[in-house]
């Protein structure tokens, strides 16, 4: 198990994820379908080309919040977390397009004791996502519900 106990973590701590992702056409049209979402700026080319001033099909917003939020699983929670209580702050500066590869970072912005729960703690992350270009394209503070090291 890869992931720390709420103990581990410092507010600052800065984790650049090795793990990186090209994204296909596959992934966004196999999320969008999953998800519901018939917007056809994700699913249709020939609609892009003429309604969207990029001409092309923009990758689902949601699936890159995910990718960059998936991708820090492994180096911060890991089998240690207990669930995610919520996501704020979302924002997405930049479009992502098929081809586009995806870099992660995640700074640990907070921690907060558990009130209710004496083996359990709250760490607020930000995450980053950047494209090849190094521009950001996706930004999304969350809070997990850590567990505390076995006693």
């Given at each position: 198990?890869?992931g720390?106990y709420f103990e581990e973590?410092?507010?600052?701590m800065?984790f650049?994820h090795?793990?990186?992702?090209t994204?296909?056409e ?8 999953l ?8 699913l ?5 080309k003429?309604?969207?001033?990029f001409?092309?099909?923009?990758v689902?917003?949601?699936?890159t919040l995910?990718?960059i939020i998936?991708?820090?699983v ?14 704020t702050?979302?924002?997405f500066k ?21 009130k ?5 703690g709250?760490v ?5 996502g950047?494209?090849?270009r ?6 999304c ?11």
């Amino acid at each position: 198990m890869s992931g720390l106990y709420f103990e581990e973590f410092e507010v600052g701590m800065e984790f650049k994820h090795a793990l990186t992702r090209t994204i296909t056409e596959m992934d966004n049209v196999l999320f969008t379908a999953l998800t519901h979402n018939p917007q056809p700026l994700h699913l249709d080319a020939e609609f892009a080309k003429e309604h969207s001033e990029f001409k092309k099909p923009l990758v689902n917003s949601l699936f890159t919040l995910g990718l960059i939020i998936g991708v820090s699983v492994g180096d911060t929670t890991l089998g240690t977390t207990i669930g995610n209580l919520g996501m704020t702050d979302c924002r997405f500066k930049n479009p992502v397009f098929h081809g586009d590869t995806i870099t992660s970072k995640t700074n640990v912005k907070e921690l907060r004791e558990s009130k209710s729960r004496p083996n359990a703690g709250l760490v607020v992350f930000e995450h980053y996502g950047h494209n090849q270009r190094g521009e950001e394209v996706a930004y999304c503070v969350r809070t997990a519900f850590m567990k505390k090291k076995p006693v």
